[in-house]
């Protein structure tokens, strides 16, 4: 009985830990979803004021409601990025979720981003990973 219960919670623990990680795989796509429209309707937007006629005072008014808008969406998609999954480090491979403004000021290269690992205290380029264990071969 005790074995099966056991088997049973194992079972219940991956099916979490899967649901959890599509959940991460989800707002990752959410991410993208959200900033290339946003990115793409700004610089039309620039273009728009750049092109085409119009008043000084309305050219301005939409340079700087389109960077207003790339700006705060840019901020959003990093929170998105931040909250789901891990960063691992590349020295001692320890998995961590950094603050919103470790995240936000290091550099990046898509999703890897430069930033001191709190488990070793080195620098490293960090991937993101979308779960808490490593994945056994």
């Known amino acids: 009985m005790a074995e099966a219960y056991d088997k049973r919670a194992e079972e219940n623990l991956l099916a979490m830990r899967r649901e959890v990680e599509e959940k991460n795989r989800q ?3 959410t991410e993208y979803w959200i900033g290339a429209p946003a990115t793409i309707a ?3 937007m620039c273009a728009v004021a750049a092109y085409v006629e119009m008043a000084v ?3 301005i008014v939409l340079i ?3 960077l ?4 705060a969406v840019a901020f959003i998609a990093v929170g ?4 789901a ?3 691992e480090c590349q020295n001692c491979h320890h998995r961590y979720i950094p603050t919103y403004w470790q995240t936000n000021l290091a550099m990046h290269m898509g999703r890897t981003r430069y930033m001191k690992c709190p488990e070793c205290s080195k620098w490293s380029w960090q991937k993101k990973v979308l779960s808490k264990e490593k994945e056994v071969q």
């Open 27 to 29: 707002m990752l796509r």
């Open 42 to 44: 700004g610089l039309v």
């Open 57 to 59: 005072w309305l050219r």
């Open 64 to 66: 700087v409601f389109a």
């Open 68 to 71: 207003v808008m790339i700006v």
């Open 80 to 83: 998105i990025e931040q909250k």
């Open 85 to 87: 999954g891990y960063y």
